[in-house]
């Protein structure tokens, strides 16, 4: 994944003053500045400089130092996400205090020196927090997700969600003979995959279907049925595995689950649902998911144009094709990018997943006779560092 790796060496040497920088998407998804790197490496040349390099380093402490210094390194020019430098994260705690130490001056200089690097941290940070971002609740005893109560919880069946997030949560809600599998998440499952033949088996099992998506279910007004964009995406989900809904009404499951600021379980945030409709094997092929088929294969040379000018942003075979609302899409899952061309105009765009706006390629014809152009080194939305700024 690139979402946090750099996008060139001067980037990437420049990670631990980078890491100053109060901006999302550098090495986390929020904004989360971290003074300590170029703190302890200001520290610790000041030091050096003063004590001519006599430091009288220990053996454990030039281990240490020399560990962060390739952890750091490794980390950032392999994945560069923070998840996976906790550990860099730990130690440069003591390695800042380590340098701070090498300062030369009165104490009273020394504890302004750090007070100084604290100060900031505490700044940046209070002036980038958000309470609770992501929309979490706290844990608890008993069930962590309330669902009422519903004869569709008592039966075993097969249920197929059709969300990136597969809600998972929901499995020990419901029979424990039931089965579960996720057909439009973030990859699709097609011939040739693992996980394909496994698919096909679940889905020629003697058991009831359903497909099952979140819902808001704020109030008791809220739609029972899904709305025609809900039963678009359910259909054309279905229609791949060659499934489509069935007659019956769907039913609308409600929980108790409030999302809202921590201490405040209450605070007016939606309440989260389930819609859960029957689905039968398609009688017959689907006019549509053809069409949709053939419209995928007539526009892949155009993608595979684009994939062989910029493989770094849109890996040739690494996309997923879709089709909707007059666009056909391939979603780059690996580098968060996706390629959209919309049928009427026939007009190409590209996204990366953090920039605000798609940006324009040309016509078809147009990539296709490669008069085209795309910055392969940094596509609009990823990190940029001062110097890149206009």
Request: charged share 20%; with cysteine.
């Amino acid at each position: 994944m690139l979402r946090f790796k750099p996008d060139d060496w001067l980037e990437g040497l420049a990670r631990p003053l980078l890491m100053v920088d109060p901006a999302a998407g550098l090495y986390v998804e929020g904004a989360a500045p971290d003074w300590r790197f170029a703190a302890a490496l200001l520290f610790g040349t000041v030091g050096v400089v003063a004590a001519r390099g006599r430091l009288g380093l220990s053996v454990v402490q030039l281990k240490g130092l020399l560990s962060l210094l390739v952890m750091l390194y490794v980390w950032t020019f392999a994945i560069g996400n923070g998840r996976y430098f906790a550990a860099g994260l730990l130690l440069i705690g003591p390695v800042l205090l380590l340098t701070w130490r090498w300062l030369p001056g009165t104490r009273s200089f020394k504890g302004l020196a750090l007070a100084a690097v604290v100060g900031a941290q505490l700044y940046t940070v209070q002036l980038n927090h958000l309470p609770n971002p992501w929309g979490l609740v706290q844990l608890r005893e008993g069930p962590g997700l309330d669902l009422e109560p519903s004869p569709l919880r008592e039966q075993p069946a097969v249920f197929l969600t059709v969300s990136a997030i597969s809600y998972s949560i929901l499995v020990p809600l419901f029979h424990p003979q039931s089965r579960w599998a996720n057909i439009a998440g973030q990859r699709r499952i097609e011939p040739g995959l693992p996980e394909h033949a496994r698919l096909q088996k679940l889905l020629g099992a003697p058991l009831p279907k359903y497909v099952i998506a979140p819902t808001n279910a704020s109030s008791e007004a809220a739609p029972s049925q899904p709305s025609p964009a809900l039963l678009d995406l359910l259909s054309r989900s279905l229609a791949v595995q060659g499934l489509e809904l069935g007659a019956q009404r769907c039913a609308l499951l409600r929980s108790r689950l409030v999302v809202g600021p921590p201490g405040e379980p209450d605070g007016g945030a939606a309440r989260l649902g389930f819609i859960v409709c029957p689905a039968v094997k398609a009688a017959a092929p689907i006019a549509r998911a053809q069409e949709d088929e053939a419209e995928m294969r007539r526009l892949a040379p155009v993608f595979e144009r684009v994939e062989r000018q910029c493989p770094r942003f849109f890996p040739p075979g690494g996309g997923t094709d879709t089709r909707a609302d007059g666009q056909v899409t391939r979603h780059y899952v690996a580098t968060d990018s996706r390629i959209h061309i919309d049928e009427e105009t026939q007009l190409l765009h590209f996204r990366y997943f953090r920039s605000l706006n798609a940006t324009r390629l040309g016509t078809v014809d147009q990539v296709l006779a490669g008069q085209f152009e795309v910055s392969c080194r940094k596509l609009p939305g990823r990190y940029q560092p001062p110097w890149d700024r206009d």
